[in-house]
């Protein structure tokens, strides 16, 4: 696995995670989803990432998109 694909991988489990929570626990933890979907939206116009800083120290190789 790429590194594009572990940050997709990790957002979409995030949102998951959210939805879920906000479900049966509270529905502050769609502050989580807005948060993910802001980060990405940002990191596509940037190309700053901090998750995809931590996965690439964690050893995953570099995709296209992440350099």
Same mark, same amino acid.
């Given at each position: /696995?790429n &590194?594009?694909?572990?940050?997709?991988?990790? *957002? %979409?489990?995030l949102i !998951? !995670?959210?939805? *879920? !929570?906000?479900?049966?626990?509270?529905?502050?933890? &769609? &502050? !989580?989803?807005l948060?993910? %979907?802001?980060?990405?939206?940002?990191?596509?116009?940037? %190309?700053? $990432?901090?998750?995809? /800083?931590?996965?690439?120290?964690? %050893?995953?190789?570099?995709? $296209?998109?992440?350099?």
């Amino acid at each position: /696995m790429n &590194l594009d694909r572990a940050i997709f991988a990790f *957002a %979409g489990v995030l949102i !998951l !995670l959210s939805v *879920a !929570l906000s479900h049966y626990v509270s529905p502050w933890w &769609l &502050l !989580l989803t807005l948060f993910v %979907g802001a980060n990405l939206l940002q990191a596509s116009f940037t %190309g700053f $990432c901090p998750a995809a /800083m931590v996965f690439s120290k964690l %050893g995953v190789k570099s995709g $296209c998109a992440f350099k």
